[in-house]
């Protein structure tokens, strides 16, 4: 029968896990902290278990919930428990699940075990106390404001404004952005959402919408691609929102956060006043979750710069810069996108930095020749050894930037220190190495400072003095718990009276103890003088009971017996004195003790026993309390050093990463030339990523030229050419030389651009419900309203997803408005028929190209020959490709009969009529245009210039070099002319032409 109990532990649990569901959210656990466990509990109710969630979490955790056979309240209770050094492992697989857990912790009365919450913790505001696990750790805030438009907006109905914030915990950057379009609910109206969110990949997100605009958030939460492990979403009404668009609560949480005057300083909190809603909300979320979390953040980037390249219509996933977290891009591992491939760094910090960087290309041709010239300074033959010395000693660097967070926020353990300590030993190595190295050091280091080497010099001096001043550094190594810190003296002499006197009583009461060990091994081996020296006596330790002496069961009679011959005569012992008294025969008796051996059981040996215990658990709390106050001063010390290290370190890793990849690839240096429009000239281009996936076959580059007299390109090719990845491949060199980088080229000559858009088929999951035409408007619209003369458009088969006549109609539309933009395009199609529009014809500065297809008779194949050419190259393709793979016969047949039916242009010669004037004369191509096919047989010298017998001069009117096949609109053009002109046939050494 269940023990009726009303325990206040299960009052105070269930009545803070209402209080911390209300104001957390429903999916909250509260771990309580009873002795050495945290225990979770529920009561039953029927079939369930309630009051808590406590079974979700035991079965996110693999706990046991079981009976614990008391009651509450006259129903079961129920329970799961974890140890007290298990809390870590448990906390991320609860959060890593979308809870928040809400940790107590007893306090320091032991009579009346008073609990007191010590953490909260959610998917966005948990720093593991591990160096080595994730790399950065975002919380993303979005406020979505809905307003009628201001005098000059280029908008005329109501618009929206996004206000984007994000903080990431592990290295306390933080930045916010605002854009404004329309207030459509379409896709394209959260391209910069999307963009943001996949550059920070926010593992909790908070969504406060106007109320209009929240009917439509499942729309948007689709189009933004959120897919954090928790989201928020914020009541407008409630007084936390209200004051978050109020520049009082504004002003006051900058300022607390940081200098007073911060908020009047920058004038973005004011001009982006969404995005400072966004921010300010944010860091009140994160500070009622844990204060120390927001304690020395970074002033946030300000994203709103006119450097920054804008990359619309999801340019990141289209060109595979990011991941596409999909199974078919996780098997490639490495080689999965541009960035995995591209991220060369060999510290966490350099991944973070190059994840930044190569999603934020940028226009500043200052900073790129700067980022150019010092690639160039690292390939020379002289100076390449720098690369190879610091790739092989830069990964031995922890992540600084995240252990100086982990200090602030108290979550980190001495062997985290002892890592940040011989991190700056190996910078030190590192910075003494490459002293000598001027442009490299007034490259890594910003400043008028007279020598930037001892600049950095002296800040690891002053990391290395402040932590030796406190710490004994060599034993903080592997102390990875508070557990471990028992019986292992860190802190060095003369910082606390206290543990000076605790520690001497600790080291004697060891030492009595291990020379009681050492004496009853050695009188031991004395009688029983075995051939070697043996252990008969070995030490066990629990963590209840402290430290005894064992021994088996044979061997603990050898003991007795030495001790016995001992107690009788001592001095017939060598160097065999007994350290304390109360250890002879009469006082040791031997009791069973662990898995059958013989346990040592004498007083006075109990009590060192005893007070090595005592000493310990004395030692364990003084010392994590005088380990909590050095994390103190090294973070009011040390934190700017740290910081200025760690940026030193990125800055390093990144700039090796890019002379490493330039120099083991084969990149070229871009060349940055001024000109009124942006463009490209770029030189056996390749693709970054293609090039080494595809090993079966070499990689054929490119030239392409782009921007100047051919600002746009119309790609043709058959299917699997490359046209794609042509294309892609010009998109990622551009970033990739817009972000400093050097390029897949033997030569990339550019002007920067402002503005990449993309239009590449395969984007319809980003979207999901909406048609593939939708989205390719949705995206083509974004391209039209916003792209000008420094504007790159790269797009594969446009309009794809409706019937032919729009779809051609479209196109050209778009050609035209991107033409007379002078926007720099490529387009990759299969409208063949577009070339000849008239108005395609008068686009002067459009380019006409294919990838080479060749036809291999002798093995009956396509050659994909997959060089670049001028004009459209053959308009019939498909069938032959679907021959190559393999369709089998009778289908293709009846293919062929479908196309030479109804697209006679594409039959063979065979397939042709012949004319009614002339069995001889066959109606095939338009001679005049050389495009269509010929649907009327025209009379060259016309026939009403023949006499009755129908000769015109020396030659009847049928001959058949007066006949000639033309098309309906050709012919239409000939009679039309009102001034009428002879034509002949003439050989010319180009064949037979009709000239007047």
């Known amino acids: 029968m269940a023990k009726k109990e009303n325990f206040s532990i299960f009052s105070h649990y269930?009545?803070?896990?209402?209080?911390?569901?209300?104001?957390?959210?429903?999916d909250t656990i509260v771990y309580m902290q009873v002795g050495s466990f945290f225990e979770l509990y529920g009561i039953k109710e029927g079939d369930l278990v309630v009051g808590s969630k406590i079974e979700e979490i035991s079965n996110i955790c693999d706990l046991q919930c079981k009976e614990k056979k008391v009651t509450y309240e006259g129903k079961m209770v129920y329970m799961a428990g974890i140890p007290l050094n298990s809390l870590d492992k448990y906390i991320e697989k609860t959060i890593h699940s979308g809870y928040t857990a809400v940790v107590y912790v007893q306090g320091d009365d032991k009579d009346e075990k008073e609990r007191i919450m010590d953490s909260v913790y959610s998917p966005g505001t948990y720093i593991s106390s591990d160096t080595q696990m994730k790399v950065s750790n975002h919380i993303m805030c979005i406020w979505i404001d809905k307003h009628k438009p201001m005098v000059r907006s280029i908008h005329k109905g109501e618009i929206m404004v996004v206000g984007i914030s994000s903080i990431d915990v592990i290295t306390g950057e933080s930045s916010f952005y605002q854009y404004e379009t329309e207030y459509k609910i379409i896709a394209s109206n959260f391209d910069e959402l999307q963009r943001y969110v996949s550059v920070y990949n926010p593992s909790e997100t908070i969504v406060a919408c106007a109320t209009d605009v929240k009917n439509e958030i499942g729309k948007i939460m689709d189009y933004s691609g959120i897919n954090s492990s928790k989201i928020h979403y914020v009541d407008m009404n409630s007084s936390l929102a209200k004051n978050a668009t109020k520049q009082v609560y504004q002003n006051h949480i900058v300022s607390e956060v940081f200098q007073n005057d911060t908020f009047d300083v920058c004038l973005e909190f004011r001009e982006k006043d969404s995005a400072t809603k966004s921010y300010c909300y944010l860091l009140d979320f994160v500070k009622e979750r844990n204060p120390k979390l927001i304690n020395k953040i970074s002033l946030p980037i300000f994203n709103n710069v006119s450097s920054r390249v804008i990359l619309a219509n999801h340019t990141l996933i289209q060109l595979n810069i990011l991941d596409d977290a999909s199974n078919e891009s996780k098997r490639y591992g490495k080689k999965s996108s541009i960035m995995s491939f591209l991220n060369q760094?060999?510290?966490?910090?350099?991944?973070?930095?190059?994840?930044?960087?190569?999603?934020?290309?940028?226009?500043?041709?200052?900073?790129?020749k700067q980022e150019y010239s010092i690639i160039g300074y690292l390939?020379?033959?002289?100076?390449?050894?720098?690369?190879?010395?610091?790739?092989?000693?830069?990964?031995?660097?922890?992540d600084i930037e995240k252990i100086s967070r982990q200090v602030i926020v108290k979550r980190v353990f001495p062997t985290s220190i002892y890592d940040l300590y011989s991190s700056i030993q190996t910078m030190h190595q590192i910075s003494t190495y490459i002293q000598k190295h001027d442009e490299l050091n007034n490259y890594l280091v910003?400043?008028?400072?007279?020598?930037?080497?001892?600049?950095?010099?002296?800040?690891?001096?002053?990391?290395?003095?402040?932590?030796?001043?406190?710490?004994?550094?060599?034993?903080?190594?592997?102390?990875s718990s508070n557990s471990l810190l028992s019986g292992n003296i860190i802190i060095r002499p003369g910082i606390s009276d206290e543990y000076d006197e605790v520690v001497l009583k600790y080291n004697e009461n060891k030492k009595l103890f291990d020379d009681v060990h050492v004496h009853l091994n050695a009188i031991t081996n004395e009688v029983d003088k075995p051939q070697n020296t043996m252990v008969y006596v070995k030490i066990h330790k629990t963590e209840k009971s402290g430290s005894y002496f064992e021994s088996t069961l044979s061997r603990s009679k050898l003991v007795k017996k030495a001790l016995k011959l001992y107690d009788a005569d001592p001095g017939s012992f060598r160097n065999a004195v007994a350290p304390i008294d109360g250890i002879s025969i009469d006082d040791v008796k031997f009791v069973?003790?662990?898995?059958?051996?013989?346990?040592?059981?004498?007083?006075?040996?109990?009590?060192?026993?005893?007070?090595?215990?005592?000493?310990e658990d004395q030692l364990t709390k003084i010392t994590m309390k005088l380990f909590s106050d050095i994390l103190e001063i090294i973070e009011f010390e040390l934190y700017d050093d740290l910081r200025a290290i760690s940026t030193y370190i990125g800055k390093l890793d990144l700039i090796q990463c890019k002379a490493y990849n330039a120099k083991n690839r084969n990149y070229c240096c871009p060349e940055i030339h001024d000109a009124e429009s942006s463009f490209v000239d770029a030189k056996s281009m390749r693709h970054c990523l293609i090039e080494y996936l595809q090993q079966h076959e070499v990689y054929v580059p490119n030239d392409i030229i782009i921007g100047k007299d051919d600002a746009g390109i119309l790609l043709y090719g058959t299917n699997a050419v490359g046209k794609t990845s042509l294309i892609r491949a010009l998109g990622i060199c551009v970033i990739m030389a817009q972000c400093g980088m050097y390029v897949p080229c033997?030569?990339?000559?550019?002007?920067?651009?402002?503005?990449?858009?993309?239009?590449?088929?395969?984007n319809d999951n980003l979207f999901r419900g909406l048609s593939t035409f939708a989205v390719e408007m949705s995206e083509l619209r974004v391209i039209l309203n916003n792209a000008d003369k420094h504007s790159l458009i790269l797009g594969d088969e446009l309009c794809s997803g409706t019937e032919l006549q729009s779809a051609l109609s479209i196109f050209v539309s778009g050609l035209k408005r991107l033409h007379d933009r002078a926007c720099s395009f490529i387009f990759a199609t299969h409208f063949h028929d577009v070339?000849?529009?008239?108005?395609?014809?008068?686009?002067?500065?459009?380019?006409?190209?294919?990838?080479?297809?060749?036809?291999?008779?002798?093995?009956?194949?396509?050659?994909?020959?997959?060089?670049?050419?001028?004009?459209?190259?053959?308009?019939?393709?498909?069938?032959?490709?679907c021959k190559s793979l393999h369709l089998d016969v009778e289908f293709l047949d009846y293919a062929y009969q479908i196309r030479n039916k109804y697209f006679v242009e594409t039959s063979g010669a065979l397939?042709?009529?012949?004319?009614?004037?002339?069995?001889?004369?066959?109606?095939?191509?338009?001679?005049?245009?050389?495009?269509?096919?010929?649907?009327?047989?025209?009379?060259?010298?016309?026939?009403?210039?023949?006499?009755?017998?129908?000769?015109?001069?020396?030659?009847?009117?049928n001959h058949k070099a007066n006949l000639a096949s033309i098309c309906e609109a050709c012919h239409n053009k000939e009679h039309s002319e009102t001034q009428e002109k002879t034509k002949r046939k003439k050989k010319t050494t180009a064949g037979k032409s009709i000239i007047e």
């Not at 910090?349 to 041709?365: A, Q, S, W």
Request: proline share 2%.
């Open 14 to 26: 269930f009545s803070v896990t209402r209080e911390n569901a209300k104001k957390y959210g429903e």
């Open 446 to 479: 910003d400043g008028d400072m007279e020598s930037k080497t001892a600049w950095i010099l002296d800040k690891y001096e002053n990391v290395k003095s402040v932590v030796d001043k406190y710490l004994i550094i060599q034993d903080c190594e592997g102390i």
């Open 345 to 368: 760094c060999c510290t966490t910090i350099g991944k973070r930095k190059f994840r930044h960087l190569l999603t934020n290309p940028t226009t500043d041709e200052e900073w790129l």
């Open 379 to 398: 390939l020379r033959d002289e100076n390449y050894e720098l690369v190879d010395h610091l790739r092989s000693t830069l990964h031995k660097t922890k």
């Open 911 to 957: 397939n042709y009529n012949t004319t009614r004037y002339n069995a001889a004369k066959l109606l095939g191509k338009c001679e005049m245009c050389e495009v269509a096919m010929g649907t009327e047989t025209h009379h060259l010298a016309e026939q009403h210039t023949a006499d009755k017998d129908g000769f015109i001069n020396s030659f009847h009117k």
């Open 835 to 881: 070339i000849y529009y008239d108005e395609v014809k008068a686009l002067t500065n459009l380019a006409v190209k294919h990838m080479e297809v060749t036809y291999n008779p002798e093995i009956d194949a396509l050659v994909y020959d997959r060089i670049l050419k001028d004009g459209p190259g053959s308009n019939t393709y498909g069938l032959e490709v």
């Open 592 to 615: 069973s003790g662990n898995s059958g051996n013989k346990k040592i059981d004498c007083d006075a040996i109990d009590m060192i026993s005893r007070n090595i215990v005592k000493y």
């Open 746 to 762: 033997s030569s990339f000559v550019y002007k920067p651009y402002t503005a990449l858009f993309s239009r590449i088929l395969g």
